[in-house]
């Protein structure tokens, strides 16, 4: 009796710590990731209804063109990872092929809050505008933690000008 | 401008950054480029800390930013801009323009960051 019991208690352990972390990873991580999005969206209508209008274009000279002072680069960047959960749901997708919506959400994250800390460093470091933004994604590859989960850099850069 | 005689020189102070102007664009707004001086490169590459690593990896379990590398990345791309800067100060120039990054994995766990762009004079 007691042998049984031990092995009920051990196989309950051993799936706690073997589906517990994904089954966190799909209770907690989808509500944190949507916090994330809500706060990153306020702060991006708050910037805009601040300022009025959006300081980060990506053309090389301004539309109508303005006398310039003075330039200096401005760059942010941000690195985003998908939860467990997400890795394995797309990974699943992948063999259907179609979109795999499960990655677009992460990225579309990261791609947005580096726009917006970009947008923030240009105010803060004193630039009017911030010309020629390029945004560039790479891929970051974990030594203690292959293949259970994907994690992306994405760095944004233009160049910061101050109107005379 | 002194450009540095040695290595002892080649300090990674971020402060030195702003005696060269830097843009992304093919001038510098509001100078004139007299002379062109080639192609100056800056790379590093670096690995994160194993406990760093591993806590970066149990963050991974909720998604979302995973601000270990962000720092490490950062502090990196800093370091190989610097190295960019030194060439450009070795060969005389005062700005760099056209500055683009590169980023690559060249081992599990390891970054190869990469800038480079064009030495100019300015005036």
């Known amino acids: ?124 470091q004193g630039w009017d505008n911030v010309i020629n933004v390029r945004l560039e994604t790479s891929r970051i590859v974990s030594s203690s933690n292959q293949g259970k989960s994907s994690a992306f850099e994405i760095l944004a850069y233009g160049t910061g000008i101050k109107h005379q | 401008m002194q450009p540095p005689t040695g290595t002892e020189n080649q300090s990674q102070n971020p402060s030195q950054q702003p005696q060269i102007l830097i843009s992304n664009t093919e001038t510098i707004h509001g100078k004139t480029i007299t002379s062109s001086l080639g192609v100056v490169t800056g790379s590093t590459v670096r690995a994160k800390h194993i406990g760093k690593d591993i806590l970066a990896g149990l963050k991974n379990i909720v998604g979302g930013e995973l601000k270990a590398y962000t720092e490490l990345l950062q502090e990196s791309r800093a370091e190989a801009m610097n190295r960019m800067l030194m060439d450009c100060l070795n060969r005389g120039g005062n700005a760099v323009v056209n500055v683009r990054f590169a980023t690559s994995n060249v081992a599990n766990g390891a970054s190869e960051l990469f800038a480079y762009g064009t030495a100019v004079t300015v005036q």
């Open chain 1, 1 to 124: 009796m007691a042998d049984e019991l031990a092995g009920v208690i051990w196989i309950l352990v051993s799936l706690t710590f073997s589906i517990g972390p994904l089954l966190f990873s799909w209770l907690y991580g989808n509500h944190y990731q949507s916090k994330k999005v809500k706060q990153l969206l306020e702060r991006e209508s708050a910037f805009l209804t601040q300022h009025g209008r959006d300081n980060i274009h990506s053309i090389s000279n301004l539309i109508p063109p303005k006398p310039i002072a003075n330039c200096g680069l401005v760059m942010a960047n941000i690195s985003v990872g998908t939860s467990w959960w997400q890795t394995m749901i797309g990974r699943l997708h992948g063999i259907i092929g179609g979109n795999i919506t499960m990655f677009d959400r992460v990225l579309n994250y990261g791609r947005k809050e580096a726009l917006q800390r970009l947008r923030e460093q240009a105010l803060q």
